[in-house]
């Protein structure tokens, strides 16, 4: 049984920082690629960032990227999404997701997700 279990989420001022977590369990956490989406009401989930297995290589989208940073620790089966320079616009929530082989940039390639964490980003 996977699980994935996200946090770090929470209200911020524009401008500020927050780091999101989500811990695996159930799986060789190295093999699998892992990505990070939104979800803002009234929207479609949409691709923030995505990191592969072992390599680690990372790719993200364009209204986040330079703000944003993915990251992995395969010693402890958790991926982390480092957040700066929050936007108003970055309000959602977010989930992390997991799927075996290369990583993808759309949330029908993830086979598993968390619940979600909240991230409200104040004006």
């Known amino acids: 049984q996977v699980q994935l279990v996200e946090s770090g989420g929470g209200l911020v001022q524009a401008g500020g920082s927050l780091r999101l977590s989500c811990a695996v369990s159930?799986?060789?956490?190295?093999?699998?690629?892992m990505g990070w989406f939104r979800q803002a009401p009234g929207k479609e989930r949409e691709f923030v960032a995505a990191?592969?297995?072992?390599?680690?290589?990372?790719t993200s989208s364009d209204s986040v990227k330079g703000r944003f940073t993915i990251s992995r620790d395969n010693a402890k089966n958790t991926v982390h999404l480092q957040m700066n320079s929050l936007k108003p616009e970055d309000t959602a929530v977010y989930y992390c997701a997991l799927r075996w082989g290369a990583s993808r940039t759309y949330a029908g390639g993830y086979n598993y997700w968390g619940h979600g964490t909240q991230v409200t980003v104040s004006s």
């Open positions: 159930g799986r060789t956490f190295s093999n699998y690629a």
């Open positions: 990191i592969s297995g072992s390599a680690g290589s990372t």
